[in-house]
């Protein structure tokens, strides 16, 4: 824990966190329905985000690479799939007055937003930063400096929200289901393909990787599988209006 007196650096992460849960609660109470189940998803992403940068488990993490490895599922797969199926954006869209709505449509289907939620751009952003995350020096910088864990933690929870949007065709560009699901059983592999190498040839000084590797296996596949599940429900549903 970093403190600065008796006050602990990380509770600063508490104000963005509020502020932003404050943003999404007064956007649902403006005129015109907006499934309240929405915002719960949006609750729990945030706090399962932050629980990534706040004692215990930010403590543990850089000791525990089971911890570190829950981290990881957290931070970078299941918080943004929460986050993303909030559609925080069409809310705010929804909600804004006309001059930032404005601002905010031209950000959204910029050019550089409609590379960066490209299925193909999406899936090499989490499986470079998850291969870095645990198979290079990343990790042991990681475990010894908490600013370090905090930025690759801000990595992986805005490139897993880039990639759920991708695939969950929550983008500016919708994309056909073909890419989309060729993206995710790319990410699956080489998600499962970095838990086996682990268990194969363990990092230097890392200890023991085999529950974190079980960790990264079990849970990461567990929310793939649930947004494979979105995805073919989304195929069928457009085949049905067909």
Known sequence: MHNH?????????LIPAVAAVAAYWAGTRKPGAWPSWRLVSFLAGVLI????VLEPLAGWAHYDFGALALSHVMAGMAGPA???LS??????????????AARLRRSVYSPAARLLTHPVTATLLVATGMWAMFHTPLLTAMQQSMPVHWLVTAYLTVTGCLFTAAVLNCGPVKH??????GALATAAVAHAG???WLL????????????GALVLLGAGLAVQAVLALILLGQQRGTALRR
């Open 5 to 13: 007196g008796d006050f602990p650096a990380e509770s600063l992460f």
């Open 49 to 52: 985000v932050l629980l990534t």
């Open 82 to 84: 929460l986050l993303v």
């Open 87 to 100: 559609r925080p954006v069409d809310l705010a869209l929804k909600t804004l007055d006309d001059v930032p």
């Open 176 to 181: 056909g289901f073909g890419i989309r699901a």
């Open 194 to 196: 970095s838990a086996a």
């Open 200 to 211: 194969v040839a363990p990092p230097a000084g890392s200890g023991s990787t085999a529950a």
